[in-house]
Nanobody
């Protein structure tokens, strides 16, 4: 049974930073595509950042230059470093692990990020 567990969310002031972590167990992590998504109240879930098994990354335009996704295959963990946070970054953040041919698709339970003064 694959489990993804996010951590690192919380309350931060505008301009502050947070680092989210997502630890996977029971998966073939090193060959998976990984991503961070977020869902704000009343909005659809959206892709924030993604990283391939080879380390290529892509970001939503709204977070480019502020967020960085990375992975540590030895620890089965994917990270999202979030800097210069804005109130509009407030959302529940989810990590996702998936196969390139759609053969598997796993989600974490989410972690709340609130940016407010």
């Amino acid at each position: 049974q694959v489990q993804l567990v996010e951590s690192g969310g919380g309350l931060v002031q505008p301009g502050g930073s947070l680092r989210l972590s997502c630890a996977a167990s029971g998966s073939i992590f090193s060959i998976s595509a990984l991503g961070w998504y977020r869902q704000a109240p009343g909005k659809q879930r959206e892709l924030v950042a993604a990283i391939t098994s080879g380390g290529s990354t892509n970001y939503a335009d709204s977070v480019k230059g502020r967020f960085t996704i990375s992975r540590d295959n030895a620890k089965n963990t994917v990270y999202l470093q979030m800097n210069s946070l804005k109130p509009e970054d407030t959302a529940v953040y989810y990590c996702r692990e998936s196969g390139y041919d759609g053969e598997y698709d796993y989600w974490g339970q989410g972690t709340q990020v609130t940016v407010s003064s």
